[in-house]
C-alpha cells in the first residue's frame, strides 16, 4: 500500500454525530485524494490537497471538509454524519508525475 | 459524472483462459489507467496507457486504446486464480488536471481453479 494507512480502519456511528478519518503517508507525496467507493458508482472524488493547507473540492464534496496542516497527513470530516455517507473511503496519493495513484487499505463507514 | 463504464460488469472464466475486459469513456483524454481491487483491500495501479500510445504490455496484461471510439481493453492472459479481482478503468480528461481521476465502475472477474 505505498506506506498509505488510514485510521480507523472500521467505524460504526450515529446520524449527527461527527466524525474524522485520518490518512497517513510516509512517501511525502505532494498530492493528497479522498475517495468513497459505492456499489455501483465506482470510486468517486471528494476532495483533494495539492499541498500543505492547499486543497479542493471533488466531485461530491457536500457534507465534507478536509485539513493538510503536514505533508504526511490529511485527514476528512463529516460534520454531521448521515446515513448516506455510509460508504468505503479511500485515501491516495501520487507521486511526483501526478498520474499513477497509490490507495489505502480503505475506512468502512457505517451511519446509522 | 461517471467517466468510464467497465463492460462487461462481471466475468467468470477458467485458470489458463484469458480474461477481457473493456472501458468505455465520454470525453478526450490523456491518459487512461487501469486499477485492481482485491476483496476488501485498496486499489492497485496495473499500467498507463497515454492518448498518442495504441498498446502497452506488462507481464501478462495487454492494454490496447482506441481514442476514435473512446474505448480501451484490457487483456489478462493465461488467468490465475489469483487474478480474481475487481478491475477499474480511470481516465485523466485531456485538458484536465493530471492529478485529477475519473474512475469507472469496475468489471469484477473471478478466476475458478
Known amino acids: 500500500d505505498a506506506g498509505i494507512t488510514q485510521s480507523p480502519r472500521h467505524k460504526v456511528t450515529e446520524t449527527g454525530t461527527p466524525v474524522t478519518l485520518r490518512c497517513h503517508q510516509t512517501e511525502n507525496h505532494r498530492y493528497m485524494y479522498w475517495y468513497r467507493q459505492d456499489p455501483g458508482h465506482g470510486l468517486r472524488l471528494i476532495h483533494y490537497?495539492?499541498?500543505?493547507?492547499?486543497?479542493d473540492k471533488g466531485e461530491v464534496s457536500d457534507g465534507y471538509s478536509v485539513s493538510r496542516s503536514k505533508t504526511e497527513d490529511f485527514l476528512l470530516t463529516l460534520e454531521s454524519a448521515t446515513s448516506s455517507q455510509t460508504s468505503v473511503y479511500f485515501c491516495a496519493t501520487t507521486t511526483g508525475n501526478q498520474e499513477t495513484q497509490y490507495f489505502g487499505p480503505g475506512t468502512r463507514l457505517l451511519v446509522l | 459524472s461517471q467517466q468510464g463504464e467497465e463492460d462487461p460488469q462481471a466475468l467468470s472464466i477458467q485458470e489458463g483462459e484469458n480474461a477481457t475486459m473493456n472501458c468505455s469513456y465520454k470525453t478526450s483524454i490523456n491518459n487512461l489507467q487501469w486499477y485492481r481491487q482485491n476483496s476488501g483491500r485498496g486499489l492497485v495501479h496495473l499500467i498507463l496507457?497515454?492518448?498518442?500510445?495504441r498498446e502497452k504490455h506488462s507481464g501478462r496484461l495487454r492494454v490496447t486504446l482506441d481514442t476514435s471510439k473512446k474505448s480501451s481493453s484490457l487483456l489478462i492472459t493465461a488467468s490465475r486464480a489469483a487474478d480474481t479481482a475487481s478491475y477499474f478503468c480511470a481516465t485523466v480528461p485531456y485538458g484536465g488536471a493530471t492529478n485529477k481521476l475519473i474512475f469507472g465502475t469496475g468489471t469484477l472477474l473471478a478466476v475458478q481453479p
Open positions: 496507457i497515454r492518448s498518442n500510445e
Open positions: 490537497s495539492y499541498g500543505v493547507k492547499d486543497t
